[in-house]
């Protein structure tokens, strides 16, 4: 137990050092990271992420104690002091018809969360969760007419378009399990992070025709609250078999942003590089202004064996067409996600093999996302899988590696359109352990 303790604190310390540095970096490569707030993480760990990303009836996972946030409910299963930490990685090709293909590859923090039983029936979670990520750096070359006769008719101006950071969400939740059956909870979570974007219009042919070329670029530093509830109902059918029901929500809360907009016009020198600004057109710090977020509605099914299987459903709509950023519609449709998948294991009693104790896991995804660009809906398909290894139990303590894969695309190279190709890699270190108690002796 020693060592697998030790091996956890230095592995919370790595994730932690991960976690301040991935606030002000960014860790995905999606040119449609650049709507809204950027690309939304919901609020799952590698063991739901493995199966589909099921998680709003799910609770306890093959007996371990599991902490599930996107279902707040859940916490009022955990008996035991839970501890989940883990990593991301993400690979990313990027295709465009016409255009040479580009992979890039990231590296963040997953999540870090914590679970303490309060009473028998109850349990406190807090941990800090990703919540959106803002990274793309693409750019568009158009033929202008600027000025009269060839070649200037058919001059190139190179449209640039860059954005980065992330926004984190750091959550403190409490669950209870109300007359065996029935599971009620809620999050209150704080959002923060800064997002930056830049656009950019250049003509370097031109500077010495009095073309000039220009870069507007902003930030917001988003701060606020908001808040998450959910229910389970649990239908026992023996003493090993439960069908669960769950319904989960955040709440359409309001973030408060501190912008900067600086608007500047520059040319390039005889090499093609650009000069220092020549003038600020535009230099606005520190304007104060509000973000609505949507409501975020989930709901779920699962069915489980004890310790042999188990299979659920979710489906989630959200109303991201109510997201306002400075009292200014974001742009974006409502969206909905459905979720499928399970675990099987094959033999959880079997202590002489790790591999029969072994959670296997499969799901798929299907995501209507937010996203309308030129007038083409963008739509994300993926499979998932995954395992979760138990480490051997010592003196009450259990331990279990969960690692997840998913494989899927995002868009379409229709209407000029991006098509993404995408592998996500979670892995994820779980802690059941029974601590805070006071030990008897005879």
């Not at 028998?120 to 006769?149: I, R």
């Not at 996203?371 to 009450?396: C, E, M, Q, S």
């Amino acid at each position: 137990m020693i060592k697998y303790t030790r091996l956890f604190i230095l592995f919370l310390l790595a994730l932690s050092t991960v976690a301040v540095k991935a606030q002000t970096t960014a860790t995905t490569s999606s040119p449609y990271s650049r709507y809204g707030l950027g690309d939304y993480s919901p609020s799952l760990l590698p063991q739901n992420d493995a199966m589909g990303g099921i998680g709003t009836a799910v609770n306890r996972i093959s007996g371990y104690n599991n902490i599930n946030p996107l279902n707040p409910a859940s916490y009022g299963t955990i008996n035991y002091t839970t501890i989940d930490a883990g990593i991301y990685s993400t690979i990313v090709n990027l295709s465009q018809t016409g255009q040479t293909g580009a992979t890039n590859t990231n590296f963040r923090l997953s999540h870090i969360t914590f679970a303490v039983p309060v009473t028998k029936h109850s349990a406190l979670s807090f941990g800090l969760l990703p919540y959106s990520e803002l990274g793309y750096n693409y750019k568009q070359t158009l033929s202008k007419g600027f000025g009269s006769g060839s070649p200037a008719d058919t001059n190139a101006v190179n449209y640039l378009y860059s954005g980065s950071g992330s926004l984190s969400k750091a959550y403190l939740g409490y669950g209870v399990t109300i007359a065996k059956h029935l599971l009620i909870g809620a999050n209150i979570s704080y959002i923060f992070g800064n997002l930056s974007q830049s656009a950019s219009t250049e003509v370097p042919n031109y500077n010495n025709n009095g073309f000039l070329s220009s870069k507007a670029q902003q930030s917001n530093s988003i701060r606020g609250l908001n808040y998450d509830y959910g229910i389970q109902y649990i239908f026992d059918f023996g003493e090993l078999k439960h069908l669960t029901l769950g319904y989960s929500a955040s709440a359409n809360s309001t973030l408060s942003t501190t912008n900067t907009y600086l608007l500047t016009q520059y040319t390039f020198d005889s090499s093609g590089n650009p000069n220092i600004a020549a003038d600020s057109l535009v230099n606005r710090q520190g304007a104060k202004s509000k973000i609505q977020l949507p409501q975020i509605n989930h709901f779920g099914i699962s069915f489980q064996t004890d310790g042999k299987f188990l299979v659920g459903a979710d489906y989630t709509m959200s109303n991201w067409s109510a997201l306002t950023i400075a009292g200014q519609n974001a742009g974006l449709k409502n969206s909905n996600t459905f979720n499928v998948g399970g675990q099987f294991t094959p033999d959880i009693n079997a202590l002489r093999s790790t591999w029969a104790r072994t959670d296997y896991r499969l799901g798929f995804k299907y995501d209507d996302t937010y996203l309308n660009v030129n007038n083409t809906p963008i739509k994300t398909y993926a499979v998932t899988f995954g395992l979760g290894v138990p480490l051997a139990p010592n003196y009450g303590s259990f331990y279990k590696i969960n690692f997840s894969a998913e494989i899927g695309k995002t868009g379409t190279l229709t209407n000029g359109l991006i098509k993404e190709n995408f592998v996500n890699l979670h892995l994820g270190f779980t802690l059941n352990d029974k601590w805070f108690q006071r030990f008897k002796f005879d």
